[in-house]
C-alpha cells in the first residue's frame, strides 16, 4: 500500500496540488517482454528509450506504463509519477525535507515512503519525455496476418502459385535495394504490418514486376553471395535498427512469432531452414538444374525470353 505524505500542520505548503497520477515505473527481468503482455491489454503501439540501456513505454490514455531492468533483477514498483499544478521542484523538495520526508539525491529527486516506494512529481502536462521515440505496434489479429502470409494467389498473371509471403520479400528487396538487407528488416516490418494500409500494399505489390527486372541484372554468382551472406545475417547477426536500437535473432523469432502467430518453436525451425537454404543455393541449383553457376545467366535469360514470348501470345 502506498502511502501519503503527510503535511506538518504548520506547514502551510502542504498538501501538494496534483492533477493525478501519471504513470508507473516498473523493473522486470525483460523490459520488452512485458511491454509487450501490457500492449496486448491496453495499447498496441509502444515506445522505447532512443539509446540504451532498453526501457520501453506502454500508454494508457493520456498516462503510461515504463519497464526497465535486466534479467537478473527481482520485478517490482521502481516508482509511481504524480504531476503538479504549479510546478516548482527546488521549493517543492525544501518543503517535502522539513515535512520529514526523505528525498532521493539526483536532478529527479523522489520522495520516499516508509517502505522505500519512490514518488516522483512532475509538472502538469507531462506525457513521454523527448528521449521516447515509437518503437513497434503489435498485430491485433496474429492469426489473419498469419494466413495473410501463408495464402496462395489462384489467379492473375505474374500471381498466380505464388504465396503473399515470397511476394512481400520480393517487394522488400525492391524498396530496401538489397536481398540481404530485405531479410534482416522483414520481421520488424512484420511487427509493425498492423499500421500499413492496403493501398501501400497493393503498391508494392503491383512493383514485384520491377524488382525481378533489378534482380535480373545482377549476375548469378554475385546473388548466390548476397544469399550467403543474408543467412548467415538471419540466424547469427545481431543488426541495427534505427535509432541506437539493435535486434537479435532472438529478438527477430518473438518478433515474427507474434506478427505471424506461429509458436516459436515452428519459427526456430523455419529460420534454420531459411539458413540452410541462403547458405547452400548453389548446390540447391545445381540440383534443380544440373547447370554450372556460370551457365545460368545465359539459362534465365532464355527462360525470360520464353516467358514473355508467351505472355505477348496469351495477350
Known amino acids: 500500500m502506498l502511502a501519503p505524505v503527510v503535511a506538518r500542520a504548520d506547514d502551510p505548503s502542504l498538501p501538494i496540488h496534483t492533477t493525478g497520477i501519471e504513470h508507473f515505473g516498473f523493473t522486470v527481468t525483460d523490459p520488452e517482454a512485458t511491454a509487450k503482455f501490457y500492449g496486448r491489454i491496453f495499447d498496441g503501439q509502444l515506445f522505447q528509450e532512443k539509446d540504451p540501456p532498453p526501457r520501453f513505454y506502454v500508454k494508457l490514455g493520456t498516462g503510461y506504463i ?20 504549479n510546478y516548482q521542484p527546488q521549493e517543492m523538495r525544501k518543503n517535502l525535507e522539513a515535512a520529514g520526508v526523505t528525498m532521493s539525491p539526483g536532478p529527479f ?35 489473419l ?14 500471381l498466380r502459385g505464388h504465396s ?3 511476394l512481400f520479400l520480393t517487394a522488400l528487396s525492391d524498396v530496401t535495394g538489397d536481398f ?15 499500421q500499413v494500409n492496403a493501398g501501400i500494399v497493393r503498391k508494392d505489390l503491383g512493383r ?6 533489378a534482380l535480373r541484372k545482377i549476375p548469378v554468382s554475385r546473388l548466390l553471395e548476397i544469399c550467403a551472406q543474408a543467412g548467415a545475417q538471419f540466424l547469427e547477426g545481431t543488426l541495427p535498427l534505427g535509432g541506437g536500437a539493435t535486434q537479435s535473432p532472438r ?15 515452428m519459427v526456430r525451425r523455419n529460420m534454420a ?22 551457365d545460368l545467366d545465359q539459362l534465365l535469360v532464355r527462360l525470360q525470353q520464353a516467358a514473355e514470348a508467351l505472355d505477348r501470345h496469351g495477350a
Do not use: W
Not at 208 to 213: D, T
Open 66 to 85: 515504463a519497464f526497465g531492468g535486466n534479467p537478473t533483477v527481482t520485478p517490482s514498483i521502481d516508482h509511481f509519477c504524480a504531476l503538479v499544478e
Open 109 to 143: 529527486g523522489m520522495a520516499l515512503d516508509p517502505d522505500g516506494l519512490r514518488l516522483q512529481l512532475l509538472r502538469v502536462p507531462g506525457g513521454l519525455a523527448k528521449t521516447i521515440i515509437p518503437a513497434y505496434r503489435l498485430s491485433q489479429d496474429e492469426a
Open 145 to 158: 496476418l498469419g494466413r495473410l502470409f501463408q495464402y496462395r494467389f489462384h489467379a492473375g498473371r505474374g
Open 164 to 166: 503473399f509471403g515470397n
Open 180 to 194: 540481404a538487407e530485405a531479410v534482416r528488416v522483414s520481421g520488424e516490418v512484420l511487427a509493425t504490418l498492423s
Open 208 to 213: 514485384v514486376a520491377e524488382g525481378r527486372a
Open 251 to 265: 529478438q527477430y523469432l518473438e518478433s515474427l512469432s507474434a506478427s505471424s502467430g506461429l509458436p516459436q518453436v
Open 273 to 294: 531452414k531459411i539458413h540452410a537454404a541462403l547458405t547452400n543455393m548453389p548446390a540447391i541449383l545445381h540440383g534443380l538444374s544440373g547447370k554450372e553457376i556460370a
